[in-house]
């Protein structure tokens, strides 16, 4: 009996030529999924997005303009149906916790074989998620990371400490005052146990934070 039911539109987001055009090529030779059009950056992602209605998007970590799990944060509320499959080839163990802590439903390597990223597509088009099987043993092996003891707001602090900013220039960046600023400096050195600027810029750095 045949299968009536539509393709899955697919669309592909990667600053990478080469990228884009393989993943269409493999989709024109999979019965069942369409590639309905691709994007070079995060802002023609947003755009493409809205006008294309894809099913699922396979989205670089990493583009020139924005990062991948930002994108696909701002994609959510607008296309809360859409499927998000992260490409990278910083394929770790954290990055692979982060993407699925952000509701992405695989997360594929770039060292992928066309079968491995037909068989993620096959997952994701099921309601299953998908990671490649290295990144899978990484996060199997790799230690659990700690919660980020900080608030979002001491983050944004030791940030700019990690910039080489003093308190009075990251009041006026986030519109604080001095003396909340130095608050949040002396509450964040007292939950990290780090006392010079130097061991917070390593743990900024540590945590993507710079």
Known sequence: MTDTSPAMRVLVADDQVLVRAGVAALLAQMPGF??????????????????????????????????????????????????????????????????LAEGVAGFVSKDFVLDELAQALRCVAAGRPYISPDVAMAAVQAPAVPADPLTSRQREVLRGLARGLGNKQIARDLGLSVKTVEFHRSALIQRLDLHDVASLTRYAVSQGLV
């Open 34 to 99: 369409r590639c309905v059009g691709s994007a070079e950056n995060g802002a023609q992602c947003l755009a493409a997005c809205a006008a294309l209605a894809p099913d699922i998007l396979l989205l670089d970590l990493q583009m020139p303009d924005a990062d991948g799990l930002a994108v696909a944060r701002a994609l959510r509320p607008q296309h809360p149906a859409l499927r998000v499959v992260i490409l990278t080839s910083h394929a770790s163990a954290a990055h692979a916790r982060q993407a």
